[in-house]
């Protein structure tokens, strides 16, 4: 997933993860941080698996938020407005936030603990997390009685078996495909093939791939074994859409919600209004609550503005927060070494890699030394310093986060961890062997403070090692939807992707499978090489997570010195502050950031 003008995570999963460690970078090299037994100690933390809960664990209410009470209005402030709020379409973390208020899916992620630091996956709409008896290969989901659509219709399993249908219509293109793929037993964007067109025609999938027997049984049918399914459906983009309200492409504007909270009003790039749902049952709801009898979100606020705002702690300011926004890098260290502030500061890792994509479909960067003189000369330092330095980030060697199995700390290809600031003589020399001294970079970054400060000073390493970068400002909101379209005009331009759960089976192939280039995929870079497809299809049929660990790595490391289309930037982390009057606020390790589901008003 991605991660705001970034993508982003929603899952964790069987597998065993790694620790991200955060060190410090802004100074040339890789230095402890203020926090690092903290640090420490939370990155072990990520590593515990995830179980299934149990019927019982998938039941509602959620348990009570200590000290909460209902009322009042919660003010919600929001750098980036909502591109998509059509599940199927949700893939960004602004999006995945709000959406934890308003969607719901067969499975979801039930904290067990105040601290959002533990987690079962349950049941959400269904009785439980899914059963099956053969390893994976069928999966079957019971829907609970009385769920409902926010307009009181009753939701069952013909609505179920419409969301994933829908998925294979060519409108649908933003969100995850790891269902399509697994019911469709192919990778890349051939699963469409499966039912072309989606079910607007009066087709359907065949019962031998997705059954609805009755209104209340789904059971999914795959050629091979999925034991991540139930992780996968705890995905916003899984979640349920009404068949009888769906209007296609108009979704994405007005969806029938299933959450505790509906949309009173959307102007987008301004404003949203969230109200509760009259029509949601906490007693069918094992995971969310509606203390709150109004959201008021306000777009186009920078971190800056969101940071002071809430540290001046007036007025409406002192019931606001942000879903999203983070402490802005001015304003970090003061935050995080105030006593004062601490009962009011949330934070925690996050599983996004940043990276500077190199789009190969334009034909001079499909010259190897151009690819790797880019790599050489590109600073990190810039980008690090912008979102606050070493408090907030570290220097990434390779593609894989340290809270993914397969992780390699040591693995550093281009030198970034000992030069963040970039190589210009290598990169130079790379270039004049390529006769390309000169040669024109377009450069396209996200419109906010932090993207226009990174940008320029990017540019400017990139120039001495001579290249003629030219920066194109991008809008934040549409950010992603510009950098996928396949005749984007973009030579370079970062992103930064979030492992759904911790295996590098949620990184590796959303994002470096030649097969699945296609118009608002997330394949960025437009990669397309032979022995990455090849060996995604090999590594994805190992059953032993440890191997499939190692293997993943190799393919990691294959990319980055033989293939060079990306380069890593920074591993993340979240700061978040919230007024005096907001309860309930935590950092949940699973929705990485603020947790919207327990807030309340003091």
Not at 96 to 110: D, E
Not at 249 to 262: C, I
Not at 512 to 538: L, M
């Amino acid at each position: 997933m991605s991660r705001g003008g970034r993508r982003i995570h929603a899952a964790l999963s069987l597998l065993a993860a790694g620790a991200l460690v955060l060190t410090g970078c802004s100074e040339g090299g890789s230095k402890n941080g203020t926090n690092d037994k903290k640090d420490q100690e939370n990155a072990q933390r990520q590593q515990t698996t995830i179980e299934f809960g149990d019927a019982a664990a998938s039941t509602g209410p959620a348990p009570d938020v200590p000290g909460a009470k209902p009322g009042g209005t919660i003010s919600v402030l929001a750098r980036d407005s909502y591109a998509h709020l059509d599940p199927a379409q949700i893939y960004v973390q602004d999006e995945m936030a709000v959406s934890q208020l308003l969607h719901r899916g067969l499975t979801g992620y039930k904290a067990t603990s105040d601290d959002g630091s533990k987690h079962v996956l349950v049941g959400d709409l269904a009785t439980d997390a899914g059963t099956t008896s053969d390893g994976g290969k069928t999966w079957k989901f019971t829907l609970k009685d009385g769920i409902k659509f926010a307009d009181g219709s009753p939701i069952t399993a013909t609505d179920v078996r419409h969301t994933f249908e829908r998925l294979f219509a060519p409108f649908i293109n933003q969100g995850p495909s790891y269902v399509q793929q697994w019911l469709a037993d192919t990778s890349g964007a051939t699963y469409r093939k499966l039912l072309e067109g989606g079910p607007y025609k009066g087709k359907h999938l065949p019962d031998s791939v997705l059954e609805t027997p009755d209104s209340k049984t789904v059971v999914f049918h795959f050629k091979n074994p999925h034991p991540d399914l139930p992780y996968a459906l705890a995905m916003a983009g899984y979640s349920v859409v009404s068949q009888k309200a769906d209007t296609r492409e108009k979704y994405d504007r007005a969806p029938m919600v299933t959450g505790p909270y509906k949309i009173q009003s959307f102007k987008s790039g301004k404003s949203m209004v969230l109200v509760k749902n009259t029509n949601w049952d906490p007693k069918t709801d094992p995971l969310r609550h509606q203390y709150v009898d109004r959201f008021n979100i306000t777009f186009n606020v920078q971190y800056e503005q969101s940071t002071k705002a809430l540290l001046a702690d007036n007025g409406t300011d002192r019931t606001a927060v942000s879903f999203s926004n983070q402490v802005d890098a001015g304003n970090l260290s003061k935050v995080l070494r105030d006593p004062n502030m601490k009962s009011r500061t949330v934070s925690g890792f996050q599983p996004y890699v940043g990276q500077v994509n190199i789009n190969m479909s334009h034909p001079e960067l499909k010259d190897k030394k151009i690819r790797e003189a880019i790599a050489h000369a590109l600073p990190v330092t810039p980008f690090v310093r912008a979102y606050g330095g070493t408090e907030a980030m570290e220097v990434a060697g390779g593609i894989l986060s340290p809270t993914v199995s397969g992780y390699d700390p040591n693995f550093d290809p281009f030198g970034k961890k000992k030069k963040p600031a970039g190589d210009p003589a290598k990169a130079k020399k790379l270039l004049e062997e390529a006769g390309k001294v000169g040669m024109k970079l377009t450069f396209g970054y996200i419109n906010i403070p932090e993207g226009q400060q990174y940008s320029t000073a990017m540019a400017a390493g990139l120039e001495k090692a001579g290249f003629d970068v030219q920066r194109q400002e991008i809008p934040a909101e549409t950010f992603y939807d510009e950098v996928s379209k396949l005749d984007n005009e973009f030579d370079i331009f970062h992103t930064a992707w979030g492992a759904d759960w911790p295996s590098a089976s949620t990184v590796i192939p959303p994002l470096y499978d030649g097969r699945v280039i296609a118009e608002g995929a997330q394949n960025y870079s437009q990669v397309n090489d032979p022995h990455v497809n090849s060996e995604i299809d090999r590594i994805n049929k190992i059953t032993d997570p440890a191997k499939a660990a190692a293997e993943w790595e190799k393919l990691d490391k294959y990319l980055l010195t033989e293939v060079v289309n990306v380069v890593p930037t920074a591993y993340y982390k979240q700061v978040q502050i919230a007024g005096s009057k907001i309860g309930g606020l935590v950092y949940d390790d699973v929705i990485n950031g603020v947790d919207p589901r327990r807030l309340y008003v003091k």
